[in-house]
T-cell receptor, first 115, second 111 residues
């Protein structure tokens, strides 16, 4: 079946602009996660959705970042007033449910470059 | 502080050898353990999960977990050049659902 998809694959934006990154999880997966990965590092957690609600947003670095998942499927990560330090690969993952033992599957990522 | 530590490598092994990748974690409240493989420029791909002490085998891969020692490892038997990648260890803690990753170990399998 289809895996997690993310669009766009690459996004270049100017400092101060607003960007939206989209994630479409595996069909039937109720849990969705956003991570970001900088070069040479493992992914870092941003936010976790169970269904439509954000169950844990403790990883969001500041209030310029927020994410929505209005219908419990597709999610959008929104970044306001982008800064050069936001440049990274943004990864989305989904799992069947949100329990500790449910395996997370990653999408291909969106590479964000802020100039 | 919840931390996951891996040797960054690079680790080089000859083709056909056993590659051994190690990971330690900082907190005994850990629940689940995962190994992901990441090729350069690609996203992480899940290769193994392990939830209880002992060994778990899947094809050429064996994951080993020792919760008392806070240690999880991945063995790759009959290593192939196509196994050359960065291997990421990931852990969940308590009621938290998110993965905490190590920084990865770069493995090179020499033909």
């Amino acid at each position: 079946g289809a895996g997690v998809s993310q669009t766009p694959s690459n996004k270049v934006t100017e400092k101060g602009k607003y960007v939206e990154l989209r994630c479409d999880p595996i069909s039937g997966h109720t849990a969705l996660y956003w991570y970001r990965q900088s070069l040479g590092q493992g992914p870092e957690f941003l936010i976790y959705f169970q269904g439509t609600g954000a169950a844990d947003d403790s990883g969001l670095p500041n209030d310029r970042f927020f994410a929505v998942r209005p219908e419990g499927s597709v999610s959008t990560l929104k970044i306001q007033r982008t800064e050069r330090g936001d440049s990274a690969v943004y990864l989305c993952a989904s799992s069947l449910r949100g329990g500790e033992e449910y395996e997370q599957y990653f999408g291909p990522g969106t590479r964000l470059t802020v100039t | 502080q919840k931390e996951v530590e891996q040797n960054s490598g690079p680790l080089s092994v000859p083709e056909g050898a056993i590659a051994s990748l190690n990971c330690t974690y900082s907190d005994r409240g850990s629940q689940s353990f995962f190994w992901y493989r990441q090729y350069s420029g690609k996203s992480p791909e899940l290769i193994m999960s392990i939830y209880s002490n002992g060994d778990k085998e899947d094809g050429r891969f064996t994951a080993q977990l020792n919760k008392a020692s806070q240690y999880v490892s991945l063995l790759i038997r009959d290593s192939q050049p196509s196994d050359s990648a960065t291997y990421l260890c990931a852990v969940t803690w308590g009621s938290a659902r998110q993965l905490t990753f190590g920084s990865g170990t770069q493995l090179t399998v020499l033909p």
